[in-house]
């Protein structure tokens, strides 16, 4: 597997509260991408990354926001979580110089609930 | 929007049986990627399709990519306890590096 780790794995809190998740690699990869998956939804794209401080938003952005300082650290803040954000949250990279299909290297994901 | 999708949502099989997921896309794709999801993990990539009707294999699985460019399967022969898991299909978006993946195809194999 890829270097990628996220913390916490797990997180419990309360409506209202602001959360950070933190995507780490240790490959140097240039995308990094944050997605919710939902029964039925598959993997929906929040935010993503193409290089340090150069972010864009995906298909399901609103209340999220993104941060990337350095290449190997991604972090995804729920600024006032709601119960809607109850989901769990997979980091992925890729990068062009990488294999012959530019695929998706997942993290192990966090399990977020929002009460 | 560009829409992803696949059928079925779920598939329960006796093992040994054969199983098929059918992708299509609302546009045509320049490529498509798969990808399996065991119970509790992550996905993980499986292989990419690029050129038009194009087949590729690995042991008991076969893929395919429509001669149009807008569908996709995954077909497993003889399944097995060890096949079980969310089989996703995706394809590119305005930019190569993003995805739009379907919503997945969970196969259950019984013993």
């Known amino acids: 597997d890829a270097g990628i780790t996220q913390s916490p794995r797990h997180k419990v809190t309360e409506t209202g509260t602001p959360v950070t998740l933190r995507c780490h690699q240790t490959?140097?990869?240039?995308?990094m991408y944050w997605y919710r998956q939902d029964p039925g939804h598959g993997l929906r794209l929040i935010h993503y990354s193409y290089g340090v401080k150069d972010t864009d938003k995906g298909e399901v952005s609103d209340g999220y926001s993104v941060s990337r300082s350095k290449t190997e650290d991604f972090l995804l803040t729920l600024e006032s979580a709601t119960s809607s954000q109850t989901s769990v949250y997979f980091c992925?990279?890729?990068?062009?110089?990488?294999?012959?299909?530019?695929?998706?290297?997942f993290g192990p994901g966090t399990r977020l609930t929002v009460l | 929007g560009q829409q992803v999708m696949q059928i079925p949502q779920y598939q329960h099989v006796q093992e040994g049986e054969d199983f098929t997921t059918y992708c299509n896309s609302s546009?045509?794709?320049?490529?498509i990627q798969w990808y399996k999801q065991r119970p509790g993990g992550h996905p993980v990539f499986l292989i990419q399709?690029?050129?038009?009707?194009e087949v590729k294999k690995q042991k008991r699985l076969t893929f395919q990519f429509g001669e149009a460019k807008k569908n996709s399967s995954l077909h497993i022969t003889a399944t097995q306890t060890t096949d079980v898991g969310t089989y996703f299909c995706a394809g590119p978006t305005d930019s190569s590096y993003k995805l739009i993946f379907g919503s997945g195809t969970r196969l259950l194999v019984r013993p």
């Open positions: 546009t045509t794709l320049s490529n």
């Open positions: 490959e140097n990869h240039r995308y």
């Open positions: 992925a990279i890729s990068d062009p110089s990488v294999g012959a299909a530019n695929e998706q290297f």
């Open positions: 399709l690029v050129k038009s009707g």
